[in-house]
């Protein structure tokens, strides 16, 4: 049973060994999606303190890819970068009534955003639901 107790190691030792470093980000940037948009309008209100923007794919190759994602995504979270900015948690919406098209959700206090600004916007496979 010389096969039995070596299994037993090994196993063991994968449990108590720390993690390798780099593996967790690994994992992560797997379960990412990025995709580059651009906010067709952007409106901000002061009550409830919150910014509402509509948006599409930057790039027209991306347009399957996008309506995917808002399928798979709508109602979750999921982070957008303006510029070299900080990311930026928001809730993304896919709106049935308009192919192509999201709708973000931001908090007042997020980065300012305009009609015509372009964004990165990520996906991960865990995004919560809001």
Do not use: Y
């Not at 090994?10 to 994992?27: D, E, F, H, N, Y």
């Not at 070299?84 to 709106?95: A, D, E, I, K, S």
């Amino acid at each position: 049973m010389p096969t039995t107790l070596s299994l037993i190691a090994l196993l063991g030792a994968a449990i108590l060994c720390p993690a390798v470093p780099g593996a967790v980000r690994q994992s992560e940037s797997v379960n990412t999606s990025t995709i580059a948009c651009r906010v067709l309008e952007a409106h901000a209100s002061v009550a409830p303190a919150a910014t509402a923007v509509i948006f599409h794919q930057q790039n027209n190759a991306d347009q399957e890819r996008l309506g995917s994602l808002l399928r798979a995504h709508s109602g979750k979270s999921a982070e957008i970068q303006i510029g070299n900015g900080n990311w930026t948690t928001v809730t993304v919406f896919r709106l049935k009534s308009c192919f192509g098209r999201g709708l973000l959700l931001l908090p007042a206090s997020g980065p300012p955003i305009n009609d015509g600004s372009t964004f990165l916007m990520r996906f991960t496979q865990g995004g919560g639901k809001n």
